[in-house]
């Protein structure tokens, strides 16, 4: 195996839980997770190959940490990384197969009452990083499907409990907003009056998205210690100050 490019650095994890094939990390808003030509470090592949030192195997080649999913920089919440080849095989399995449940909390606009899972067909933009919604598959769009739950309603908006059943860039912001309800913060897909209100009251200058929740079904092989467990990400302090502002105090948190 051969050192990847990436230099650790000495950067503070939060760290929900860790063995000696995983770890689920609580990413902080702001962190990109992998190095990219606008982002070259200070990511948490540079953060856990410090952390990591000597104990991650060669994963695909190389001796780096086996990162199978990933958020957007100004998403908090859990991310899951393999480290050992073992491990982040089965890991990566298990992510492809939708085997693993995993619920995100939003803010998002509107009054939502109801349970729904929807549906459609996902279109991303290279040149501009955004993507686009539509009901019938067309092109290269690919199938996309996002079920959420109310947890509570404030004054015009809900914090929704959402699961990813698929995982395609950009899904919750613009699958939510294509049906009316955008996060709020979101600049890219949100609502500008929306976002507006939370920027002033707040200072929220980003989604309100967090990763909150990692369900593992039950196991056997190397992650078999996992089996039938739930991580959870404590909230941002500045997510809870507007969750108790906008009185949505719902089940849990």
């Given at each position: 195996p051969q050192p990847i490019e990436a230099q650790p650095q000495n950067i503070p994890l939060d760290i929900v839980y860790e063995d000696d094939d995983l770890l689920v990390v609580n990413k902080p808003k702001g962190m990109v997770v992998h190095p990219a030509p606008g982002n070259p470090d200070g990511t948490l592949v540079n953060a856990l190959l410090y952390h990591c030192a000597g104990q991650l195997s060669g994963i695909g080649g190389a001796i780096r940490p086996g990162i199978v999913h990933r958020i957007d920089k100004d998403t908090s919440g859990l991310i899951l990384a393999g480290k050992t080849v073992a491990a982040t095989q089965q890991l990566s399995e298990l992510i492809a197969e939708r085997a693993v449940g995993k619920y995100y909390l939003a803010v998002v606009k509107g009054t939502v009452t109801e349970t729904e899972r929807i549906r459609g067909y996902?279109?991303?933009?290279?040149?501009?990083?955004?993507?686009?919604?539509?009901?019938?598959?067309?092109?290269?769009?690919?199938?996309?499907?996002?079920?959420?739950?109310?947890?509570?309603?404030?004054?015009?908006?809900?914090?929704?409990?959402?699961?990813l059943v698929t995982g395609k860039s950009h899904q919750i912001r613009s699958h939510l907003a294509s049906i009316g309800h955008p996060l709020a913060g979101d600049t890219k897909y949100g609502d500008a009056e929306f976002n507006r209100r939370f920027r002033e009251k707040y200072g929220l200058k980003y989604q309100l998205l967090h990763s909150w929740k990692a369900v593992f079904p039950e196991l056997t092989g190397t992650l078999s210690d996992l089996s039938g467990k739930t991580f959870t990400a404590p909230l941002p302090s500045s997510v809870r100050r507007i969750l108790q502002g906008e009185h949505l105090t719902g089940e849990g948190l």
């Open positions: 996902l279109t991303k933009n290279e040149r501009t990083n955004r993507v686009s919604i539509q009901r019938e598959q067309q092109g290269d769009a690919v199938y996309i499907e996002t079920a959420y739950r109310p947890l509570c309603a404030g004054r015009g908006c809900t914090l929704l409990e959402v699961e």
